[in-house]
Each structure stands twice: as structure tokens, then as C-alpha cells.
């Protein structure tokens, strides 16, 4: 038996019968590694790859990698329409992408060097997703609805509220994931809060948890974010993961060690070892935290933040 099918076997073996559906980003990404740290300067000798990025889309195939039943509800350009569901099928999941005729595939062109990342994104396509654009039938039959990517999530708390209503009118559980700290400002902290009411998960990045609050320490943000959704899981990279619960203290999970090649869409991975394993034994919270960061430390060692096909 191959590789991926001695997974997929396993993964349902751990949670036979669940079903999830994530909504939001697709996107087309030119990943540049460099040595140029100044504007200006000229690197004949950097590693340019393209790659099908965006957070729903890296959260989809990393729990098709797992051997979960996945849907995945996204927007791409006309022109890239075949080659995005190709990719995602690959991955076991199943797409469900409409194209928009009048708008580009959205697009992020990420640059790393010695002393960071440098990221730059343009929506477009997954900038018009609305939550018409999710079949009622999929909502119906999912036992988890996972909604993320900041183009998703950009519109404004008016677009929030209508995709978490859409989630809520089916049975299953939603997790969300705030997906970038740029967002939530333009938002506003108390206006995107009072849009997710009725999340049951919250996914946010040390920058977003600092940012839903004002508070100045990851562990007080994990407690005041849990004043508005039951669970909130934090990632802090290195540090591992803050777990809240209401009337509980938070709760620090540690990071699995890896061998970093590549940050971009860890923390989408990390999403999907969590849900995999929460929808399955919603009580053990920090064995699933365990699980996201095993399945992150994986993430870590390739580019691109999808798992290899």
C-alpha cells in the first residue's frame, strides 16, 4: 500500500464519517527566497517558484492529506479555473470553484530573506466570494465549516456576519480563522467580534490576538477572546500554541520541533491537524492543539504550504 493511501486509511480511521467544508482563499503565489535585503539590489541567483497558495486552499489539502472527506469553496479567474481544481483533487479534496469572468486569479508574491518576510497580496477573484457562493447542501452535510483568508475575510463585517450565517444554517460546528492582523484593523476589533458571534473556534496568529484586543500579552488576549467564542487556539510559531476556554486559565501548547524550509501556510496547516482531531474528541482540546502543531511541523519542511502530492 503507498504512502498516501496507508494515510488516508489512518485518518479515518480516526474520525470515519466526518465530513468538512472550508471556504475562502485561492490564490496564485510567486514565492521569492533572496539574499537582496535594499531596494535596488540585484540577486542573479534567487529561488523563484510558483505555487497555488491561499489559506482555504493549504487548509483543504492538508486534511485531504490527512484522509478527511473535504469540500472546499473558493473564486478564481476563468483562465485558471481547470488548473486550480486540478491541483485541489489531487490533494483528495474535492473543489467546488466558481470563476469570475471580469476578475484575475488573487495573487501573493511572498519574499524571504535573511531577515524576514515580506508578503504582498492582491484579492481579486477571491476578493468577490460571497456566502451565496456555498452551496446549502454543503453546509448541510458538514460536520465542521472551516471559513478563512484575509481576501475572504477583507470585505467588511457585514460580509463576515452573512458567511457565518451561512455556516450556522447548517448542523455542523464553524471555525474561523482570522487569517491577517491587517484585516481586523481595517475592520475594527469590536466590529469583526460582534461578526463572528455564534464561531465556536477561533484560529488567530499572535498579531491578530493582540489586535481583536488591545491587550499587550498573548495569554490576555486568549482569555478575552474566549469572553466572545468558547475556544480560541493561538499560534505563536516557536512558542507552540495558547489554548483558551472560558472560565479556564489558557493554556500553553508547545511547538514540534521542524526543520524550517518555508513558513508560508503553517498555520493553515496547524488549523487543519486541529479540526481533524477536535471533530472527532472535541473534549481532548490540547491533544488536538498536539496534533496542529505535528501537522505544522510537516508544513515547515516544504514550500509552499501544501502538502506534497
Known sequence: MGARADRTVAGRRRGAGKRFLVVGDVLDGVLVQTTAAEPGDHDPAAVIRHRPVGAAGNTATWLGWLGAEVDLVARVGVDDLYRHERAIEDAGVRPHIRYDARTATGAVVSVRNDTGRTAMSDPAASGSLTADDVPLDLVARADIVHLTGAAMLSGGA????????????????????????????????????????????????????????????????????????????????????????????????????????????????????????????????????????????????????????
Not at 170 to 180: A, E, H, N, Q, V
Not at 215 to 230: C, F, G, I, N, S
Not at 247 to 253: E, F, I
Open 158 to 309: 457585514a460580509r463576515i456576519t452573512e458567511f457565518v450565517a451561512r455556516a450556522r444554517s447548517g448542523p455542523g460546528r464553524i471555525t474561523l480563522d482570522p487569517s491577517s492582523a491587517a484585516v481586523v484593523r481595517d475592520i475594527g476589533a469590536d466590529a469583526f467580534l460582534a461578526a463572528i458571534d455564534g464561531v465556536d473556534v477561533l484560529f488567530p496568529g499572535i498579531d491578530e490576538a493582540l489586535a481583536l484586543t488591545g491587550a499587550t500579552d498573548l495569554h490576555r488576549a486568549v482569555r478575552a477572546l474566549t469572553e466572545h467564542v468558547p475556544l480560541v487556539v493561538a499560534t505563536a510559531g516557536p512558542d507552540g500554541v495558547v489554548v483558551g476556554r472560558a472560565g479556564r486559565s489558557p493554556q500553553r501548547v508547545p511547538a514540534t520541533p521542524a526543520t524550517v524550509v518555508d513558513t508560508l501556510g503553517a498555520g493553515d496547516a496547524f488549523a487543519a491537524g486541529f479540526i481533524r482531531a477536535w471533530a472527532t474528541d472535541p473534549v481532548r482540546v490540547a491533544a488536538a492543539a498536539r496534533e496542529g502543531t505535528r501537522v505544522a511541523a510537516r508544513a515547515l519542511g516544504f514550500v509552499g504550504g501544501r502538502p506534497p502530492v
